[in-house]
């Protein structure tokens, strides 16, 4: 893959994808969410600045479906361009629906249009052909799985 052109392509992908103002973030209250909305909320997906991408790594599950769209693609991008940042930890296994955490008004996955699909499918294509994510392989596996029968199942 052409990091570059995917990710270009990826923002592209998401135009469509709706800015969370500040309390949309993070909908649970306590300190740590309120950590990411200070860190998140003034910026575009793209801007946010490397140092608080690698302090966010871990915080996906904490994002209302609404951010958790919105940001993706600043996740993703910090894990292509630069592949030994922290989120590349933390990407794999937010990648697909996780039980509990997806269903009704907190699925995550609920409100993606085709495109943006498309281009996560691409995406995790690519992770399960590096050949650093064997410990990933079955969430990868997974997250191909779902995201190739919402593809589809558009058409």
């Known amino acids: 893959m052409d990091v570059q052109d995917y990710v270009k392509r990826l923002y592209q992908a998401f135009a469509d994808a709706p800015r969370p103002e500040r309390d949309e973030i993070a909908p649970h209250r306590c300190s740590e969410c309120d950590e990411v909305e200070v860190r998140l909320s003034p910026h575009l997906a793209r801007d946010v600045p490397p140092d608080d991408m690698n302090w966010l790594w871990d915080t996906l599950p ?24 922290s ?15 997806d269903v009704g008004a907190r699925n995550r996955f609920a ?45």
Not at 90 to 100: H, K, Q, S
């Open 87 to 101: 989120v590349e930890a933390m990407i794999n296994c937010n990648l697909a629906p996780a039980g509990e955490l």
């Open 111 to 155: 409100q993606f249009n085709d495109a943006e699909r498309r281009a996560l499918l691409e995406f995790v294509d690519y992770r399960i052909a590096s050949a650093d994510t064997e410990i990933d392989r079955a969430q990868l596996e997974d997250a191909r799985l779902f995201w190739s029968a919402s593809v589809v199942s558009d058409r």
């Open 62 to 85: 904490l994002l209302s479906p609404k951010a958790f769209r919105y940001y993706l693609p600043r996740f993703i991008e910090c894990c292509v361009v630069t592949p030994e940042c």
